[in-house]
Structures are given as C-alpha cells and as structure tokens.
C-alpha cells in the first residue's frame, strides 16, 4: 500500500480517535459512573479482558506501582470483586481474578453507560443512526484486525 495513504488514514484516525473522546465518550463522565476510585475500575476492566493475572503483571499493565497495587487489590477483596489465589505452578506467585460478583457489577455499569451514550445519539435523525450503526460494524470488523 502507499506510504502516503498509510500516513492520511493514520493521521485520520488519530484524529477521529480524540473527536470521538471528546464528543462522546469522555473518560472523566465514564468514571462518574462507577461507584469506585479510576484505578479499582481499571484493575477490573483489566482482569475482565485479561482472565486471571499476576498481580505484578497487571501493575505492570497498568502503571501502578506495587505498593500503590496492595491497597487496590486489598480494597477489592473486602468489596468481594476480585479473588487472589496461589499459582499451582508457582507458589510464590498470586494471581488474581474477577469474581461473580463483579461481573455482575461491570453488568450494570455497562448498562448505565449504554444509556448514557443512548441519550447522547437519541437526537439523531433515523438515517443518522442508520449510517452510524453501519460505519460501527465496519470499523468494529476492521479494527478487530490489529494485533
């Protein structure tokens, strides 16, 4: 493919990238909506599309530091939203994971966040939403595609 198109469609995406954070999905409004600090958010939605992990590797992922890691962790398993247990492969190593009742906590978060970017295309002409939901499976379909 042509350097020159590879770079427009970069540049145009990152673009849309940040038109899209700012006109729809704010991450401040995001995390408005959920009942916990940012950071106990992210170590969730974190073992949601990671599966059970290290803790260490998820501070790692994440950008927190260990000792700023223990209070996290600490606070979810009081709330019962994580579980940490020994590696059977490795008994000086904890994994941790998302509990039922987490995901029945990122059930309803989800859903309150739905409505609210529900409420913020409501406005939207029939043929709008038509193109809209058309362009989302598409990009959706291709973007699925980067490794």
Do not use: C, W
Request: net charge negative.
């Amino acid at each position: 493919m042509d350097i020159n198109k590879l770079r427009k469609i970069s540049n145009d995406l990152y673009h849309f990238i940040f038109f899209f954070s700012r006109k729809i999905f704010h991450s401040e409004e995001i995390m408005k909506q959920f009942p916990l600090p940012p950071s106990h958010v992210k170590l969730i939605i974190y073992l949601k599309h990671h599966g059970p992990s290290y803790i260490t590797e998820a501070a790692a992922h994440l950008i927190i530091s260990k000792p700023n890691m223990t209070p996290i962790v600490d606070n979810l398993l009081a709330d019962e939203l994580i579980q940490r247990y020994t590696d059977a492969n490795d008994r000086r190593k904890t994994l941790i994971s998302l509990t039922d009742k987490a995901q029945v906590f990122l059930e309803e978060q989800e859903n309150k966040i739905k409505e609210v970017l529900a409420e913020k295309i409501s406005s939207f002409s029939e043929e709008d939403l038509e193109a809209l939901s058309m362009h989302i499976e598409g990009i959706t379909r291709i973007m699925a595609k980067i490794e």
